[in-house]
């Protein structure tokens, strides 16, 4: 033993030498033993890749050479910022900035996601570390292996549905748009529900979401938490986790329709409102019953003379049998006031604005008539169709714009972005010939389709508006 000690002694570098060689050897081992155990089963693991790994490792070294395996993957795990700058310029196309280093799992017709673990992460969970709400290059995220967490990283167990968005999770038009590819996604994966919210704006981290689009979807889901990571500056990583960055992206029609057929569904069904046979609906007389709703606004885009307006429609109202105004003031109304009054409309007449959202909750086929200041057309860019697209996505007619030819005059009307600033918040006018055509026009139309509603048997007719698959 003295001899041995002392040969050591003599030759330490030596020594040293072969026991790092040793460890060396026995850890690639077990990363090859590791390896092979992602491609078996659990059992064959178990007979398997245990009984090599101890048979080729002593006892004596085997707890310490998985124990500094783990510790080098825990120092392996890498924080990259949420944010990259490198893709400013390209912030919202392929893997955009957020998450870049990540590419999408593709679905046809669906909206593309990273879903966390998968075979895509190699198993591994996704983690988020800082808080900030004004600089997404000052959050990061990265992959780890759940058994190999960071150092004082909290896990936070259930599903998450994780959502950036380039706009804002505030206004109903773009909150319902980072929305709904997480509500599909849970209608094809068993209507499963989020343990948690993470919300991000360019990476920069949201505490909440719009009063409307949270009631939506606490409507579809049931109480709605959003995570604030504030437990400590540690990281926060996810037992699972779904991350939407693309808004709708490629989702196609046919399934966004289904997504506004569910949330429509859950809306109602939150509020205590039953439509069955809404559509059928006939007077004393027999004739249709088609409701008009003259959806108004206060301050910026409301009708500079609302009276006039009123009266243009209740006149053409009146000369059909059957129809119904209602006047409202959007601002006025809960969100379950808003589910009820446009769930008993056949056609809502509307500034542009967000309240137009509301036409969500109306039955498909439903009309809708959208008015705009003057300048909008010649200076909002593609942003003033954004409610054409929200009827086309919901099932809805719409039905044309109006856009006020009168007003102030842009000061420099070559500098689009300017006169569309300037024009922004103007008012609305009203052309009443124009308007009274347009209504009579509309309300004849609806009310030869409620006609011919009311002929086919009500087996025969399609409910996909009022059947929540969810």
């Not at 912030?91 to 017709?109: K, P, V, Y």
């Not at 108004?296 to 053409?316: H, L, Q, Y």
């Not at 600033?421 to 010939?433: I, P």
Request: net charge neutral; hydrophobic share 35%.
């Amino acid at each position: 033993m003295e001899d041995h000690l002392k040969s050591c002694t003599q030759s330490k570098s030596k020594c040293f030498s072969t026991k790092f060689i040793s460890i060396f050897v026995s850890s690639l081992f077990l990363v090859i033993i590791l390896f092979h155990t992602q491609y078996s089963s659990p059992f064959e693991f178990s007979l398997s890749a245990r009984s090599k790994i101890r048979a080729f490792l002593s006892q004596e070294n085997y707890s310490d050479v998985i124990e500094t395996m783990n510790a080098e993957l825990k120092d392996s795990v890498t924080f990259l910022p949420l944010k990259d700058l490198r893709f400013t310029e390209t912030a919202r196309d392929g893997h955009t900035w957020f998450m870049s280093s990540l590419n999408d799992i593709l679905e046809e017709n669906e909206t593309e996601h990273l879903y966390f673990p998968s075979k895509e992460s190699k198993g591994r969970l996704l983690c988020f570390k800082g808080r900030d709400i004004r600089d997404g290059t000052k959050n990061s995220y990265a992959l780890a292996w759940r058994g190999s967490l960071p150092d004082s990283a909290i896990l936070l167990e259930g599903l998450t549905f994780v959502s950036d968005t380039y706009y804002n999770h505030d206004n109903l038009w773009h909150g319902i748009c980072a929305m709904a590819p997480l509500v599909r996604w849970s209608m094809k994966n068993e209507c499963l529900n989020p343990a948690r919210w993470v919300l991000f704006h360019w990476g920069e981290l949201r505490l909440k979401m719009g009063s409307w689009v949270q009631q939506l979807m606490q409507a579809n889901f049931g109480e709605v938490k959003v995570e604030g990571f504030d437990r400590g500056d540690v990281p926060y990583c996810f037992e699972k986790a779904i991350v939407m960055r693309h808004d709708l992206g490629q989702m196609k029609q046919e399934n966004k329709l289904k997504v506004s057929d569910q949330l429509r569904c859950k809306a109602r069904s939150y509020c205590g409102l039953n439509p069955a046979g809404k559509g059928r609906e006939m007077n004393e007389r027999g004739f249709p019953i088609i409701r008009l709703t003259l959806l108004m606004r206060r301050g910026s885009r409301s009708f500079k003379n609302a009276t006039a307006v009123t009266d243009i429609f209740a006149k053409e109202c009146a000369q059909v049998e059957g129809c119904i105004l209602h006047v409202v003031q959007s601002e006025d109304l809960s969100f379950c006031d808003q589910v009820k009054v446009l769930t008993n409309t056949d056609i809502v007449a509307s500034p542009h604005g967000a309240q137009l959202t509301n036409m969500l909750f109306m039955d498909r086929e439903s009309s809708v008539m959208e008015f705009f200041p003057k300048g909008w057309k010649e200076n909002a860019g593609v942003g003033q169709y954004a409610h054409h697209w929200m009827a086309n996505q919901s099932g809805m007619k719409h039905q044309g714009a109006w856009w006020d030819p009168i007003g102030e005059e842009c000061p420099s009307p070559q500098d689009h972005l300017q006169c569309f600033h300037f024009h922004k918040d103007g008012m609305v006018g009203h052309n009443k010939t124009y308007f009274a055509e347009w209504a009579r026009r509309v309300i004849d139309q609806v009310r030869l389709s409620k006609v011919e509603l009311a002929s086919v048997d009500q087996a025969k007719q399609l409910h996909d508006s009022k059947a929540c698959v969810c």
